[in-house]
Nanobody, 120 residues
Framework: QGQMTEAGGGSVQAGGSLRLSCATS????????LAWFRQAPGKEREEVAV???????SYADSVKGRFTVSKDNAKKTLYLEMNGLKSEDTAMYYC??????????????WGQGTQVTVSS
């Protein structure tokens, strides 16, 4: 059973930066698709950034050029570097993993989330 544990959330002023991390265990890291999602109160969950097993990345339009997803294969840890934060980035951020990227929502392993709050 996969385990995902997020860390690094917090409160920051607009324009600031945060780096989220997601420690993982219990699955074959090298073959999995990994991703960050977020959900703000009253809003639908949004896929923020994806990094596939071959390091191919994709981003939501709302974060392109500001956020960078990466992974450390040796540490089995996923990261999300967030720069130029805006108040609309305020949300609970979750990491997820699945054998296929299109399986993340329905069949993925998920963490408990870490809160990011951006004040303007």
């Amino acid at each position: 059973q996969g385990q995902m544990t997020e860390a690094g959330g917090g409160s920051v002023q607009a324009g600031g930066s945060l780096r989220l991390s997601c420690a993982t265990s219990g699955f074959t890291w090298k073959t999995y698709c990994l991703a960050w999602f977020r959900q703000a109160p009253g809003k639908e969950r949004e896929e923020v950034a994806v990094i596939d097993y071959d390091a191919t990345t994709s981003y939501a339009d709302s974060v392109k050029g500001r956020f960078t997803v990466s992974k450390d294969n040796a540490k089995k840890t996923l990261y999300l570097e967030m720069n130029g934060l805006k108040s609309e980035d305020t949300a609970m951020y979750y990491c997820a993993a699945a054998i296929r990227c299109d399986w993340l929502v329905d069949h993925g392993y998920w963490g408990q989330g870490t809160q990011v709050t951006v004040s303007s």
